[in-house]
């Protein structure tokens, strides 16, 4: 799902308009009967590692032996009319996924292994892997998957609203826009998902291919995370790193792991970081048709995030304005931090989980928020007026964050708490950048 080895293949990630050949698999294609000593195998020597770096894995946590059901390539076919390209709801560098309906009656997504794509046997097996071990509200799940012959097919669950890539990017003529409420309810999810694998899996886990495209949203618009293909686990307790060969997709790649292919869970930080400006700009991570030298999002945007009055430029056209004016100055902030050239002065998935469920707490028209919108619009981005312009940057000790609204009620005590909390976050955060301050808005280093 666009993936880029060194960078050099610049293919997207789930492309929902991906026209296909008309060339149809017939069902007699593969054989009846499943082939598990493939998965057996594969599994038996972990796949999370470079293949000169084969570690072995204790069978105890093969998928084949996790309840993980399979399924027969006849049954598929069945589920999704002979995977024919009218039941295509995506496609990505695994291949194409298929809406379909098992015998059951349970609808779900069907996603197939395009031998000739980016993705092969490794990625499938470690998807497989992966998924079988891993369980949270926010990680998609896993149904099953076939292996017969040489056809390699995942089965999840189906996710109706499709990827935050399509709604960003690729909107229909009647589709409305993402408000500012729904994507920082998005961004707070895919947080939660994301501290899921660094902090409370049983073995760390570091996702590398975090972005728009691999965030599927179900029923009101809950985020799961998607697409473990390229995931590992973190580094041993006596290493700070895992040395691999660099992939990610272009825009979301750390610069210090697509130079040294030094991998750590701050790399996925980068990452979600990018994915929240994307979030709040409404643009592409990486647009060639962007001027030379900001086809990347956070080249782009790096001019604007120098001075805290020009924030609101940054904002989506198509939010019209609609959003609250602090909550969104400190998004930006969180974005910021997240993007710092520095892996070491990132925040961890903890204090984002902490942050974002604060923002997502802050609804625009609230009275709060009401009265703290943005007025002035030209050219389809804001910009704040004269008379704002002596806005002071994100503050988390501002009295803007409203303790005393929280304090009505014995419910809202907690939240009170988790302000708190992330008021001192801020404030340490800010502490830390102080002395750096300089050197994260060098525009004649490698930005």
């Not at 750390?254 to 979600?272: Q, R, V």
């Not at 943005?374 to 994100?394: A, H, K």
């Amino acid at each position: 799902m666009g993936y880029c080895p060194c960078f050099r293949s610049k293919k997207k990630g789930i492309n929902l308009k991906t026209k296909l050949n008309n060339s149809y698999v017939p069902i007699e294609a593969a054989p009846t009967t499943p082939i598990k000593s493939d998965l057996d195998n594969a599994v038996k020597y972990s796949t999370l590692l470079e293949p000169r770096q084969q570690v072995p894995i204790s069978k105890d946590s093969s998928p084949s032996e996790s309840n993980l059901p399979t399924f027969s390539y006849r049954e598929l076919a069945a589920a999704t009319n002979n995977f024919r390209r009218e039941s295509i709801i995506g496609e990505g560098g695994f291949g194409p996924v298929f809406k379909g309906q098992l015998e059951s009656g349970q609808v779900v997504a069907v996603k197939k292994l395009n031998h000739s794509g980016l993705q092969g046997d490794k990625e499938f097996f470690v998807e497989v892997h992966m998924l079988s071990l891993l369980r949270h509200p926010n990680l998609v799940n896993l149904i099953g998957y076939c292996i017969e012959g040489n056809q390699r097919i995942l089965i999840y669950e189906f996710m109706p609203l499709r990827s935050l890539e399509y709604h960003l990017h690729d909107m229909t003529p009647d589709m409305e826009p993402l408000d500012w409420d729904t994507r920082m309810i998005i961004a707070s999810g895919a947080a939660k998902g994301l501290d899921y694998l660094h902090r409370q899996a049983d073995r760390p886990v570091i996702y590398r291919d975090l972005k728009s495209a691999n965030i599927l949203l179900s029923e009101g618009f809950h985020p799961k995370l998607s697409d473990f293909g390229l995931a590992k686990f973190g580094p041993g307790a006596d290493n700070t790193h895992v040395s691999t060969r660099v992939m990610g997709t272009h825009g979301y790649c750390a610069p210090e792991y697509a130079g040294t292919g030094k991998l750590t869970m701050k790399s996925d930080i980068y990452s979600f970081g990018v994915l929240l400006l994307e979030l709040i700009t409404g643009c592409r991570a990486m647009d060639d048709t962007r001027e030379h030298g900001k086809e990347m999002l956070v080249d782009w945007a790096r001019p604007m995030l120098k001075d805290c009055k020009n924030y609101v430029q940054l904002a989506d056209p198509k939010l019209r304005g609609k959003f609250p004016q602090s909550v969104f100055r400190r998004a930006v902030e969180l974005a910021l931090m997240c993007v710092q050239d520095d892996p070491h002065a990132r925040p961890h998935t903890k204090d984002i989980v902490l942050a974002l469920s604060y923002f997502a707490s802050q609804k625009h028209d609230s009275p709060s928020a009401q009265s703290n919108q943005i007025g002035s619009q030209r050219d389809g981005r804001i910009f704040q007026g004269e008379e704002q312009g002596n806005v002071s940057p994100v503050d988390f000790n501002r009295a803007g964050i409203a303790v005393k609204e929280m304090r009505a009620s014995s419910k809202d005590q907690e939240r009170e708490r988790a302000v708190v909390e992330a008021k001192k976050w801020g404030e340490t955060w800010r502490d830390k950048r102080k002395p750096n301050v300089e050197d994260d808005f060098d525009y004649r280093s490698r930005w």
